[in-house]
């Protein structure tokens, strides 16, 4: 075990290495066998390796690792901490059941103490990632492997302790030169506290500035709050993330039972309804993107290196902010966000997606339409809140609790449901952390927007809600396709470049590529899954920092593959890897287009690729193209790895990579591949695809805005310009349909009229659709992204415009 603190008062062991796994059920008196399980190591997930299928598997797996507790460990307060198991976790100890976390985005324990014994413990941990009803999230765009996918550790304590997460300073207030702080510490005893105190010393790197103390009461639980002032601070933003510590000392009879570090922020924050986002009391203007949290075949099973690179990116473009879509994301991403400097959105994983609502996938209703479900689904979001605030509430990174994204996709009999946990869900943010405000994210539609403090607009909410009245955020724009090269252009749709004064920022969907369940979803990155940018980001860059772009690289004749890593040694404990890039070259070094099979493989040592030994990059599946490729790199052994770079016809090349640990005789760690994948279950039933979904237009007169094509019967849109006017709807990817619809407001009606079809927003094809009273049809199966309209004179206005499924 890696032991990441260690001395008499407070140890906390690193225990990504060593485990077992297996997929399927197991009882915790099931012993490990070698032939059934596999040595792994964490972080891990079921889907490894995943490489954005829509397909994944959804089932059971056991981890199972061993535990050795010495005699002098039993005097200890024990627990394990798990940073997030997605998304049902049942741990037992030597056969013992010991604890169980529902939620696969936050972090939770599990106590051990006096459970343990001296010598071999057995620890057995059974995870699910069933869909399930009473759970956060019901539906998302996402995909949703299971496994314990971040960081555990073994944490032993004295009996009197801070207890986990125990900690919340906050800055109350800046005045001239002088920063007005609270700090609560919560304490917890074994028993009740005798001549007990607290010391807290606040430093500014290593030097201290001010110490205060307080005596405990004679309680086995109690939060301590001091309220106290920093002159001079240095106060934390993008641009100098500069960060303070408090260190909290508690003391029994005279002697130290435990020290407790919390890094800090001073700063403050501040959304305007007229005059925009104020960091430090300064207006600030906000400009970032979404990320989700997979990598290349990786899945969610992501190091902190890999989310290190993922902030640098956002911040190397020139960016500030980053929203956490749509849940919790590891407690070290935010830490990471303060020390590189990046503002955080921070976000539940309550959300919901357009199409069919299918009960038993991710595709349900976002709120349950059972009632013996709806009280256990409120319960697991208030849980999710309350420890994704507990977790993150020291990062100054964070200036916002968003409670939800999209969660108007709902059904319609529990629309006002819907809109009362999202109530419940901003009171409860309220009262757990006054020093922020409580977004609803994605609340453009079935006015979800004025449930929250800032309403966080997604697709065509930029346009239709340009100054709504009060703290708004443009939190999705752009949405397009892409794969490497790329255009280079920043994605920008129906004005949202405008810097109105009232707006507090935008960011850009999305960041990264990503694992989708609905279709190809997943490749609207400005960065693909590799990690490789596209022109968007290179856009991005140039704009916003002034850095040219690189030169276009060109079919050539390929000399020599070129083949590096971000580093040459890293930690072989699950924390670390190395970002490998791989490239073809002509005979002056110049990087080429070219596109061919290229294979990097492990000739020498324990390391692995997501694939295991060697990994083959091919353009057909776009993971070779535009000349170049790359992927992640890990050990959980100690050693010399020798990677071997090669394609048809050219000599191989070779990397030298050491990665640091124990070594170990055995081979490297096996990948073990699902034994099954699980679809989306299929339905022959006929679902409205277009409801609620983006809707774009050249103009609109007010009270005939777009989005009444696909809203109202009894509204329509109007164009506020006729000339070379159009309106067009957003699918949100390419879709299959069997069915349009048009309804047009005129007394005069066409026999026909003609629909563009596109895939791309670029390229469109004509398409006729009859008169069929009181619609016009058009009922050939399709596939399509965007639907265009355009104006004709006859027209007084568009209706409807709506497209149906079959599934």
């Known amino acids: 075990m890696e032991v990441l603190g260690s001395g008499k008062l407070r140890r906390k062991q690193l225990l990504n290495c060593g485990w077992k796994f297996v997929y399927g059920y197991r009882e915790p008196d099931e012993i490990p066998d070698k032939e059934e399980w596999s040595d792994i190591g964490l972080p891990h997930s079921f889907g490894i390796p995943y490489f954005m299928e829509n397909e994944f598997y959804v089932g059971y797996g056991c981890y199972y690792r061993e535990l050795d507790i010495s005699e002098e460990d039993l005097r200890k307060r024990i627990y394990l901490e798990f940073l997030g198991v997605f998304q049902c976790a049942e741990i037992y100890l030597n056969e013992e059941f010991v604890g169980k976390h529902e939620g696969g985005y936050t972090s939770f324990v599990v106590d051990l103490t006096d459970r343990c014994k001296a010598g071999k413990n057995e620890l057995l941990v059974r995870v699910n990632n069933n869909w399930n009803a009473r759970l956060a999230p019901r539906a998302g765009e996402h995909q949703f492997n299971g496994g314990i996918y971040r960081d555990v550790f073994l944490v032993l304590t004295e009996r009197t302790c801070v207890e986990w997460m125990g900690t919340f300073v906050q800055t109350e207030k800046l005045e001239e030169n002088t920063a007005l702080i609270s700090a609560e510490v919560t304490v917890y005893s074994e028993n009740k506290i005798q001549n007990g105190y607290i010391i807290n010393r606040i430093f500014q790197g290593e030097k201290e500035l001010l110490s205060f103390d307080k005596i405990l009461e004679e309680a086995k639980e109690q939060t301590v709050l001091t309220k106290f002032k920093i002159e001079n601070p240095l106060l934390w933003s993008p641009e100098n993330p500069d960060l303070y510590k408090m260190v909290s000392e508690i003391f029994l009879n005279g002697e130290k039972t435990d020290e407790y570090s919390t890094v800090f922020g001073i700063r403050t924050v501040r959304f305007d309804k007229d005059t925009g986002f104020y960091l430090n009391g300064k207006p600030y203007k906000i400009w970032g993107a979404n990320v989700h949290q997979d990598h290349a075949g990786w899945a969610d099973a992501v190091t902190r290196s890999g989310i290190t690179r993922d902030i640098q990116m956002i911040k190397a473009c020139g960016m500030n902010f980053i929203r956490g879509s749509h849940y919790p994301h590891h407690p070290f991403f935010a830490e990471e966000c303060d020390r590189i400097g990046i503002l955080f959105w921070s976000e539940l994983c309550f959300w919901g997606t357009g199409g069919p609502k299918e009960e038993g996938y991710w595709t349900s209703s976002a709120y349950p339409i059972h009632e013996e479900d709806q009280e256990p689904f409120e319960k697991s979001c208030l849980r999710a809140l309350e420890e994704m605030i507990l977790i993150n509430r020291n990062n100054p990174s964070v ?126 990155g400005m960065i693909d899954y590799y990690r490789l940018p596209l022109n968007t980001w290179y856009w991005y860059r140039k704009e916003l920092l002034g850095i040219p772009a690189p030169e276009i690289a060109k079919k050539g004749i390929a000399d020599h593959l070129e083949l ?12 670390e890897d190395v970002w490998l890039h791989v490239y073809l070259c002509n005979k002056e070094g110049k990087r080429i287009s070219n596109e061919l099979p290229v294979t990097l493989e492990v000739v020498e040592g324990d390391g692995i690729f997501p694939t295991g030994r060697s990994i083959t990059f091919k353009p057909e599946d776009n993971s070779f193209l535009d000349g170049q490729a790359a992927i992640e790199f890990r050990s959980y052994f100690g050693g010399e790895n020798v990677i071997e770079a090669r394609a048809d016809g050219l000599e191989p090349v070779r990397l030298c990579l050491k990665a640091k640990g124990e070594s170990c005789s055995r081979q490297q760690v096996p990948m073990v591949h699902p034994p099954y994948l699980t679809p989306a279950p299929k339905m022959e039933t006929v679902y409205e695809l277009s409801e609620n979904r983006p809707v774009f237009a ?65 390229n469109y094809t004509p398409c006729t659709m009859e008169w069929n009273e009181p619609i016009f049809l058009y009922t050939k199966r399709r596939k399509a992204r965007f639907l265009r309209l355009y104006w004709q004179e006859w027209m007084e206005g568009v209706h409807l415009l709506r497209v149906w499924a079959i599934r």
């Open 399 to 524: 200036i916002i609790w968003s409670v939800s994204n999209e969660p108007f996709f709902t059904d319609k009999t529990v629309l006002n449901q819907t809109k009362n946990l999202v109530k419940k869900l901003v009171n409860r943010v309220h009262e757990l952390d006054p020093s922020r405000k409580a977004a609803v994210g994605g609340a453009q539609r079935e006015g979800f927007d004025v449930l929250g403090d800032v309403a966080g607009y997604n697709g065509d909410g930029a346009s239709l809600y340009i100054d709504p009245g009060f703290p708004s955020f443009v939190s999705e724009y752009g949405s397009m396709y892409g794969y490497r090269p790329g255009t280079f252009n920043p994605n920008f749709r129906d004005g949202v470049e405008k810097d109105y004064p009232w707006r507090s920022g935008k960011a850009l969907w999305c960041a990264f590529h990503h694992g989708s369940i609905l279709g190809g979803m997943g490749a609207m």
């Open 698 to 762: 050249s103009s609109s007169k007010k009270g005939h805005e777009p989005y009444c094509v696909v809203n109202s019967a009894e509204q329509y849109w109007v164009p506020q310009e006729e000339d070379e006017a159009w309106i067009e709807l957003d699918l949100e990817g390419e879709k299959e349909f069997t069915t349009i619809e048009v309804s047009l407001k005129g007394k005069h009606q066409p026999k026909e009229i003609t629909i563009y079809l596109s895939s791309d927003s670029e």
């Open 564 to 575: 590096h890593g971000d580093r040459t040694e890293f930690l072989a404990n699950g924390q």
